[in-house]
């Protein structure tokens, strides 16, 4: 099992940045790719990025790549997604999951519960 964190999430101002963070338990992180989702009001679950378990591939979706940027420090067990020049249509609660393979669809194995970001215009 792993037990997966998010935060950082909050309220921020069009043309912000915020760093969210998913700390790891239970399991050694560097054996899971680790990926971020989003989930808007009244839309379905999107993926937004993978980190592979070593931190040296990394995958963005088409509309997420420029102002999305994953990054982890294994040691702390820790997977990082840093976005800048936020949007209103950014707003969305924002999850982590990790899973064995490095994928970019929604199968993964363990999820976190969510942190909420609102970016007000």
């Known amino acids: 099992q792993v037990q997966l964190i998010e935060s950082g999430g909050g309220l921020v101002q069009a043309g912000g940045s915020l760093r969210l963070s998913c700390a790891a338990s239970?399991?050694?992180?560097?054996?899971?790719?680790m990926g971020w989702f989003r989930q808007a009001p009244g839309k379905e679950r999107e993926f937004v990025a993978v980190?592979?378990?070593?931190?040296?591939?990394?995958y963005y979706a088409d509309s997420m790549k420029g102002r999305f940027t994953c990054s982890r420090d294994n040691a702390k067990n820790t997977v990082y997604l840093q976005i800048s020049s936020l949007k209103p249509e950014d707003t969305a609660v924002y999850y982590c999951?990790?899973?064995?393979?490095?994928?970019?669809?929604?199968?993964?194995?363990?999820w976190g519960q969510g942190t909420q970001v609102t970016v007000s215009s």
């Open positions: 999951a990790a899973d064995t393979r490095y994928r970019a669809d929604l199968n993964y194995e363990f």
């Open positions: 980190i592979s378990g070593g931190g040296g591939n990394t």
């Open positions: 239970g399991r050694t992180l560097s054996r899971y790719a």
